[in-house]
Protein backbone atom coordinates (compact mmCIF):
# COMPACT_ATOMS: atom_id res chain seq x y z
CA UNK A 1 0.00 0.00 0.00
CA UNK A 2 2.91 2.39 -0.35
CA UNK A 3 3.10 3.16 3.65
CA UNK A 4 5.96 1.68 5.77
CA UNK A 5 5.40 0.31 8.89
CA UNK A 6 8.19 -0.43 12.17
CA UNK A 7 7.85 -4.10 10.86
CA UNK A 8 9.68 -3.48 7.78
CA UNK A 9 12.04 -1.15 8.97
CA UNK A 10 13.15 -3.71 11.13
CA UNK A 11 13.44 -6.33 8.99
CA UNK A 12 15.42 -3.72 6.49
CA UNK A 13 18.10 -2.98 9.24
CA UNK A 14 18.41 -6.70 9.91
CA UNK A 15 18.98 -7.22 6.34
CA UNK A 16 21.81 -4.67 6.74
CA UNK A 17 23.30 -6.29 9.11
CA UNK A 18 23.54 -9.86 7.77
CA UNK A 19 24.83 -8.26 4.45
CA UNK A 20 27.21 -6.08 6.60
CA UNK A 21 25.45 -3.08 5.32
CA UNK A 22 26.28 0.48 6.73
CA UNK A 23 23.25 1.45 8.46
CA UNK A 24 22.87 4.61 6.77
CA UNK A 25 22.10 2.48 3.51
CA UNK A 26 19.12 1.54 5.03
CA UNK A 27 18.60 5.16 6.53
CA UNK A 28 18.78 6.20 2.50
CA UNK A 29 16.62 3.78 1.28
CA UNK A 30 14.30 4.73 3.77
CA UNK A 31 14.15 8.15 2.87
CA UNK A 32 13.98 7.56 -0.91
CA UNK A 33 11.09 5.63 0.05
CA UNK A 34 9.31 7.82 1.75
CA UNK A 35 9.89 10.41 -1.08
CA UNK A 36 8.38 8.62 -3.22
CA UNK A 37 4.72 8.42 -1.41
CA UNK A 38 4.25 12.04 -1.29
Known amino acids: DG ?3 DC ?3 VL ?3 CRFL ?3 P ?3 DQ ?3 NA ?3 MD
Open 13 to 15: YNL
Open 20 to 22: EID
Open 3 to 5: SID
Open 24 to 26: SFA
Open 8 to 10: EIE
Open 34 to 36: TQG
Open 29 to 31: VLH
